[in-house]
């Protein structure tokens, strides 16, 4: 488990930011109170993922501390009693994480949500476009202060190519003013392929031309910065836009699963599923559909109780997930579910399955202490037909087949 080291000496902060702390996030607080024992600490294990730490601590007044722990390569949230100006700009050039005034109990849940940004950070890519490498370091060094991953271009073209390489690119920050193609030109291109809540694209203008931020924005753009910009600016602008994108993708993900097992809904399966099927007719691929039934679902919801019944269909989600992780598996209402097999020939389909259903057969379902008998019953088809409605009434005659045939059985096209 990562562990984050806390260096205060008020028993009552320490106590609110470790419970606020084990609240939010799944890491080891390891608490100090001195100089000394951070020393202690930091010498004997080193590895924290992050550190919170307190300006000023009973053998080191003058905020000692922050330039130590920085010293041995962790990120740094520094906390202090009061605020001042020069020292703010002082702790933030030497590359601290932020600084946060002990206030409230809001600043407590402030610095437990950069330490949440932080862990996050680690896996987001962001591409900075800019043909100033002055500029590009600069804002290199703020976003890795903040444990981003970093990439960069020195113009628009080099910038498509950069997200081509890395379409995992969260967000992109790019200049006006660049040779080959201009941010606009880039912002353009890039919003052909990507929206506002896959791509989060800040744009950099300065403050002699107010007219270009509102065009990075009419443009396509999330956001824009006007050139020098503040530190805290940088960061706030970045995390809201961040967290607004996270927050929708969030939606759309919920919106797509079922509640109950957590696999993808009906809506989605017929979504994805008309794209896979365009995409099979049109390259001459072959595409399986699978559908399968809980047997005598009924029955066991009246013997062991409709909980039970909602652990079963939760267990058989779980073990379809871990069974074909390469494939599209939803939950398309009660206790049938379908699976979406792109690449897979009927017999490759049908033997998954068939092997799937030996599998569910023999290993009994637990409830509590008690066992449960599951079986199912299931269709399974490649016929493309014409769109993914035929297969998918193909599939559901096979298995309304297999139920006749006396169920915990599975039929395929001939
Ligand atoms: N526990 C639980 N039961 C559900 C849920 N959704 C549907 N059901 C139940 O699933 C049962 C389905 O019953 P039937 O359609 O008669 O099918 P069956 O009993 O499985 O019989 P066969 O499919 O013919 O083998 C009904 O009793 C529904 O109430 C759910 O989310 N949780």
Known sequence: MERILVVEDSPMVLKIIRHLISQGLDVEVVTRTDLAGCGEELAESGEFFAAVVDLNLPDATNGEVVEFVLDHGIPTIVLTGSYDDERRERLLNMGVVDYVVKESRHSYEYVVKLL?????NRHIKVLIADDSGTTRRFIRGLLEQHLYQVIEAGHGKEAIAQLAKHPDTS????DYAMPEMDGFELVKHVRNEKDKHELVIIGLSSTESGALSAKFIKNGAN???????????????????????????????????????????????????????EQAVSKGQQLALVMLDIDHFKQLNDTYGHEAGDEVLRQLA???????????????????????MPGLTND???QLVEGFRLMVSQQPFMYGETELPVTFSAGVTNHIGEDLDSMYQGVDEYLYRAKEAGRNFVIADD
């Not at 967000?171 to 790019?174: G, H, K």
């Open 348 to 350: 490759q389909a049908n």
């Open 116 to 120: 949440k940004r932080l862990q996050k």
């Open 318 to 340: 779980g073990k379809m997930l871990q069974s074909f992780p390469r494939f599209l598996c939803a939950r398309m209402g009660g206790e049938e579910f379908c699976i979406l």
């Open 171 to 174: 967000i992109l920050i790019t």
């Open 223 to 277: 956001d824009f910065l006007k050139k020098p910009f503040f530190h805290e600016e940088f960061h706030c602008r970045l995390m809201h836009n961040l967290e607004e994108m996270e927050l929708i993708q969030a939606i759309q993900d919920a919106a797509n699963r079922d509640y109950l097992t957590q696999l993808y809904n009906r809506r989605y399966l017929f979504n994805e599923g008309c794209q896979l099927h």
